[in-house]
């Protein structure tokens, strides 16, 4: 016959070390989030540039780059 224990998950994770492991994933995420806010960052400094270039004004230009918030 099979006997079945129960395991107390949040139990077991709180008597866990944080090791190199939980350290380096939480330095990707920390990267990761630093690189999205980049993109927007670069947008909003190259939105003049751009707008110049294809001739269009601010209030043409804006919905496009408002649209890549959305992705």
Same mark, same amino acid.
């Given at each position: ?16 070390k944080? +090791?190199? =492991? ?6 990707l ?7 999205? +806010? =980049?993109?927007?960052?670069?947008? +909003? ?11 269009? *004004?601010?209030?043409?230009? *804006?919905?496009? =780059?408002a649209? +890549?918030?959305?992705?």
């Amino acid at each position: 016959m099979i006997t079945q224990t129960a395991v107390d998950v949040p139990a077991l994770l709180d008597q866990q070390k944080v +090791g190199w =492991f939980q350290l380096r994933l939480l330095g990707l995420c920390a990267l990761v989030v630093m690189l999205d +806010g =980049f993109d927007i960052q670069s947008i +909003g400094y190259v939105a003049p540039a751009v707008a110049r270039d294809l001739h269009l *004004s601010y209030a043409q230009i *804006s919905p496009v =780059f408002a649209s +890549g918030l959305l992705v």
